[in-house]
């Protein structure tokens, strides 16, 4: 991996899409710069990871949803990074979140303001370093609005539309831009719910699929691939035949 790709940093690095991430990356021979709230979880990954491939990496300490923290996070990198990724989320419980607020805030605030805040700093401090790749880690559920989860969807859509004019902008200052749309992955944050085989990819194909795309240097991808035909005729249907559906 080129010099200007490294070191990676990864913010929802105890994720299973985060965690299998680090690894793809640290095959290529990728520094790593593991985020996450409770960094010391990382303690045997980071250990794993540097005897495994001899790599170097280190975890730094991120509650995304605190502005103070954010901040301190910033202070605390010992580098401008050469990619930054971004696999935050919470996915909720779209019943509970109706009538509970706080709940609600904190679905769209994880999974859009906040790694919009944090990607927007850090693609500021990248320009200084005029190359680099930013990722997005969205969802299908971003690409139509659902009953039975507008709430993730909705903060995914943003999201969505915040990676597409953040590659709109950076786009001519030599740093590119990823959105990934994932469908169905087999994770702690989906374990319970009955999951369609074939439509289901696991953490680690998410991740070889984003660095596939990122060296590629693609602007937007589904993972797995065949979600972008399901969700094309989604994003089509008429609003009166939409509200038809059940599901």
């Given at each position: 991996m080129s010099a200007d790709l490294s070191p990676v940093l990864i913010v929802g690095a105890t994720s299973d899409i985060g965690l299998a991430l680090a690894h793809e990356y640290a095959k290529r021979g990728a520094a790593l710069i593991l985020a996450a709230r409770q960094p010391d979880r990382l303690d045997a990954n980071l250990l794993d990871l540097q005897n495994r491939y001899g790599v170097s990496a280190r975890s730094i300490a991120l509650d995304l949803l605190d502005a103070d923290s954010r901040a301190r996070f910033l202070d605390a990198l010992p580098v401008v990074p050469g990619t930054v990724i971004s696999v935050a989320g919470l996915l909720g419980e779209q019943e509970r979140s109706e009538s509970d607020a706080a709940l609600a805030e904190a679905v769209m605030?994880?999974?859009y303001v906040a790694?919009?805040?944090i990607l927007s700093a850090l693609a500021n401090r990248m320009l200084g370093r005029g190359s680099g790749t930013i990722i997005g880690v969205s969802s299908v559920a971003g690409d139509r609005g659902r009953a039975s989860n507008y709430l993730y969807g909705s903060a995914k859509a943003g999201f969505s539309a915040?990676?597409?004019g953040l590659r709109a902008r950076l786009r001519a200052r030599g740093i590119h831009v990823l959105t990934v749309k994932p469908g169905?992955?087999?994770t702690r944050m989906t374990s319970g719910m009955k999951l369609p085989a074939v439509l289901t990819a696991s953490p680690t194909q998410v991740?070889?699929?984003i660095v596939r795309a990122h060296l590629g240097r693609?602007?937007?991808i589904y993972t797995l691939g065949r979600w972008r035909w399901i969700m094309l005729p989604i994003r089509l249907l008429p609003e009166p035949l939409f509200m038809r559906l059940k599901f």
């Open positions: 605030t994880t999974n790694p919009a805040l915040f990676l597409s169905f992955v087999d991740a070889q699929e693609r602007s937007v």
